[in-house]
């Protein structure tokens, strides 16, 4: 419950409980768990705003798909430098739910984060030749084993039947030449917020103590 100002002088205080201070929490936690850590919250419950699954894209933000974090230079190469630091911020997100479910503090990682095929689709001449550089530049790193290029959708009907069987984009239908690259590392990660801070506790509408 929610404790006096008197008899209670929190080490940390955190402003939100959201995904980004119940992570803290739990790290600061880790490292030294005789912390006192007191997280405010303004509405119901924790992870009701930014951090709830119906007000973002409810995905683990890995950078495999987003084609603006591959800009391609004056000279025809690809910087892959902004999504290979997405990309590692994640994993160390995913080494730390690992950590989690090895010690048996999240009982079922399933119950917030599921692996899911996705797949970066364009059409056109130059924009093929940019998914085709893009793909040989992240598959050149280890942190992107596993990513496949294809061609049409005869290819991407293999390995996404829902998504090979719809019609095409009016743009994509006046092009012949079209291409897909398939990243299988994306995640889910929808309530992860809960999963990722077990000792998370309600301690009023407005309090939580960790």
Same mark, same amino acid.
């Given at each position: 419950?929610? *404790?006096? %100002?008197? %008899? ?11 995904? +980004?201070?119940?992570?803290? #929490? ?19 419950? #924790?992870?009701?705003?930014?951090s709830?699954?119906? @007000?973002?894209?409810?995905?683990g ?10 800009? *391609?230079? %004056? ?11 997405? @990309? ?30 996705? +797949?970066?689709f ?27 290029? +294809?061609?049409?959708? #005869?290819?991407a =009907? ?13 743009? $994509?239908?006046?092009?012949?030449? =079209?291409?897909?690259? =398939? ?6 990660s929808?309530?992860a917020?809960? $999963? %990722? ?14």
């Amino acid at each position: 419950m929610l *404790q006096s %100002s008197s %008899s209670w002088q929190p080490d940390v205080v955190l402003v939100g409980a959201g995904i +980004m201070s119940a992570t803290l #929490a739990v790290v600061l936690k880790e490292l030294d768990p005789a912390l006192n850590i007191e997280i405010l919250e303004t509405l119901g419950g #924790a992870a009701e705003e930014s951090s709830d699954a119906w @007000n973002n894209a409810g995905t683990g933000h890995a950078a495999l798909c987003e084609l603006n974090y591959t800009p *391609q230079h %004056s000279d025809g190469s690809i910087d892959i430098s902004k999504a290979l630091e997405v @990309n590692v911020e994640f994993d160390l997100s995913r080494q730390l739910w690992s950590y989690l479910v090895k010690k048996g503090a999240v009982a079922d990682p399933k119950s917030f984060i599921h692996p899911i095929p996705h +797949m970066s689709f364009v059409w056109g001449a130059e924009h093929v030749a940019f998914l085709r550089k893009r793909y040989a530049a992240l598959t050149a790193h280890h942190c992107y084993h596993g990513m496949e290029y +294809m061609r049409g959708q #005869a290819e991407a =009907r293999r390995v996404d039947p829902a998504r090979g069987r719809r019609a095409l984009p009016e743009g $994509a239908r006046r092009h012949r030449r =079209r291409a897909a690259a =398939r990243e299988r590392l994306m995640f889910e990660s929808t309530g992860a917020v809960h $999963a %990722s801070c077990p000792r998370l506790s309600r301690a009023s509408t407005s309090c939580f103590i960790v």
